[in-house]
């Protein structure tokens, strides 16, 4: 079994995350974390080579700092990754992100894409799906559950609350939700090692792509501004004993705030 | 004039309310003379859902496929692209529900258009038009441009208001997308109903939230009735989640979903970041909680310093007795 992993390098989710001046851009503390959703993606491609045998391969697009999240995928146990590295495409859309991958998927030999179900900085939820479209691979959204057997997969989605379980033919490509496994902590043998493994990187060009074509002038979409989010104002306190300031709080909320 | 398609999902005799919301906003767009809008909907309809549906949009266009009648990423994104190609839409908004943000982004690789994903406003007479979407999980929004064309938009339930149109009696079409037998290749096995005809978190108007402060699973009761007392849904902390109190559907925040109800209830929670990035898109946020530095009160309107076992009682009992007068 040949799995491909997208691992997307984030703001660590605690990080200050701040508006420039400008509000054109974003002051981002420097501190950075595996997306978390494509922790619990890792895990399962190790867990389907444990019990299958096969291979795992990481593949990230990010800047020069991107090689770190690829460190942590072979210290967790992967077998090989690989960089894209274009700084400027990561900072473009759903979709030149999804197209760039799909290229570097297509020069792979692989049954499985995995990848998180969101990545917890732009939060979009587009680029799996829009990889499986490129390949022209169904894909499973949100999966919970993953049984690999005979050449098909069983995946357990959550997509609507409901579960629901979806059998498809392998390649394809599934999208990982929190509950599918525990990610786990690297031993430090495999930390040992991915500080000593070179990592190779690709450019745009040498997946046949214009490197103009996937600048963000050129993207579908693009963000032109950032607004911070609607400031509450400061939080007014109910006092009083239990059953009064209770009172009070359903006499706000039914006749002040008009919302039950 | 530009065509607008509003991927309208439905549940029994009902619209989604993310549909709805969709399209009472869409029909300000068809009242503006600008944009010709039309519903599309997949699968089954009842004579109800289609008069419902025809009272909001003044095109409805269903798909009898039999491959529609049950959700697929493949079919529904070739059946829905299909068609903006062969009407040349110049926009496809769709709720951004599990289902919507799933398919939209097949739809738009097919068309060769790029989308926005989960936005919370729109100025849609700019050109281009542009959005803005929660990033980082709501600690600052984007104001997005869409150039290209058609444009792809999913939208966060309770971002439009539902203000309902009157007097519309639309027109039915029923067509087929055809060969989508080929197009699909997942086949759904089983599907378990965990959350009954509950209403879904990331839709609810209402939501009464708990977290470890409730202490053990079975005071999640308090949670419920309170709930029950405003018709609200529950939603519950990645901690009681992770402890097992509550099943992950009911977990809100980074991890989990995220909500933005008009009225928000939490108590016993401490307002872990990766929390508050799930809630605080919220319109009325009201939080009970018994230490008066608990995080949680930065972002709330109205805070109860005190013991949610004595608090969320009284609430309950306080507001079952004005509503059953009222």
Known sequence: ?260 | MDKVLVFVETKGDEPRKASLELLCEAEKLAASGRFSVEAVCFGAMSDALKGKLLASARKLVRFTDPELAVYSPEGYARALAGYAAETGARMVLAGATGTGRDFLPRVAVMLGTGMVSDVTGANWFDDPMTFVRPMFGGKVFAEVAAPASPVVVTARPNSFAMDIPEGINGEYEERAAGSLADAIHTRVVRVEETKGDAVDLTEADLIVAGGRGLKAAENFRLIEDLAAAIGGTVGATRSVVDAKWRDQADQIGKSGKTVSPKLYIGAGISGAIHHIMGMDTSKVVLVVNRDPNAIIFNYANYGIVGDLFEVLPAMTEEIGKRKGRG
């Open chain 1, 1 to 260: 079994m040949n799995i491909l992993v997208l691992v997307k390098q984030v703001p660590d989710p605690e990080a200050l995350v701040e508006i420039a001046a400008s509000s054109k851009g974003l002051n981002i503390e420097p501190r950075f974390a595996v997306n978390l959703f494509d922790e619990f993606a890792l895990e399962e491609a190790l867990r389907i080579r444990e019990k299958q045998g096969g291979k795992v391969k990481a593949i990230s697009l990010g800047g020069p700092k991107a090689i770190e999240a690829l460190r942590t995928a072979i210290a967790m146990g992967a077998d090989e990754a690989v960089l894209i590295e274009d700084e400027t495409l990561a900072a473009s859309d759903g979709y030149n992100v999804a197209l760039a991958l799909s290229k570097a998927i297509e020069k792979e030999t692989f049954d499985i894409v995995l990848a998180g179900r969101q990545a917890i900085d732009a939060d979009r939820g587009e680029v799996p799906q829009m990889v499986a479209q490129f390949l022209g691979l169904p894909h499973v959204g949100v999966v919970v559950k993953l049984d690999i057997s005979d050449g098909k997969a069983l995946a357990e989605s959550s997509l609507e609350g409901a579960k629901e379980v979806v059998e498809v033919a392998l390649p394809a490509v599934f999208t990982a939700q929190k509950g599918l496994n525990e990610p786990r902590v690297p031993l430090i043998t495999g930390v040992m090692k991915a500080m000593k493994v070179q990592i190779p990187k690709v450019a745009v060009e040498d997946l046949g792509l214009a490197k103009d074509m996937v600048a963000p002038e050129n993207s579908k979409t693009k963000i032109v501004g950032y607004l911070p989010p609607k400031k509450r104002p400061a939080v007014q306190l109910i006092p009083g004993e239990a059953r009064e300031a209770a009172a009070e709080a359903a006499r706000i909320l039914i006749d002040v705030e008009r919302v039950i």
